[in-house]
């Protein structure tokens, strides 16, 4: 049995089991979702980051329907395809609401309270050492648990190696990755320049079944996020512009 102990946990990535081997809507989303990613660590990447590029590709998809001319183009662009003329035959009622108002709001707000598959023990939880990113070591709450996960090693480019644990929600729908660099000193930069929906596919083939005892740090994070500047640098411009934003589509 494997022993596992987080001390320096970098990475956190919540997957849902049935987009690895998803449709080319899909393989597309994980194209936007990973270019979401990293535009946000681009702009901030001094703390804490919890992102859910699924909520905002739904928002983007909703505007996509009434959106028209270049606003429309660069949605496309940035989405990576377009939208069928059944689908937004499906949708365009969801829409239909913002055409009684002269100004619209982006919001995409989401909470995930999650029950995990195998429930860690309350009265194995201790304290213990954990690794920050400036090397200090702190000691914090560690929950524990012993179980059968999917687990596995991989090499950065740079041939520094890593683990990455799967830890299933309740119904296995959705999944909590766990990115474990080697060294506790690994800086997190070198992971974010290498997540790509690929990567995540490509961890997924090369997990494997192992019996573990598993202590994992306590969390919450939250973040609030001004997705304006993150989405125009991707491209889409125009239509935070009052100007030039054409969404006549839903007027």
Sequence with gaps: MRHLSLTSLLCLLMVERTTCHGNAVTNFDGEFRASL???????????????????????????????????LAQIERTMRYDISTSEAGEEATEASWWATVPHMAFLSSVEFRGTWQTQFLSRGTQNLPFSLANGSTVKV???YQSSEVKFGQFYL??????????????GKSLSLLLVIP???????????????SRTVTFWDAGLRHTKMDIFLPRFKLQSRLNLKPVLESLGISDAFDPFIADFSGIS
Excluded: C, H
């Design 37 to 71: 990613y990293q535009a946000l660590v681009e702009k901030d990447n001094s703390s804490n980051l919890i992102v859910s590029p699924a909520s905002i590709s739904l928002s983007l998809r909703l505007l996509q329907l009434g959106a028209r001319g270049n606003t």
């Design 141 to 143: 709450p560690m929950m």
């Design 157 to 170: 480019p740079s041939d520094q190696r890593y683990a990455v644990l799967e830890l299933p929600y309740f």
């Design 182 to 196: 080697s060294e506790r000193k690994t800086p997190l930069s070198l992971f974010q320049a290498q997540l790509t």
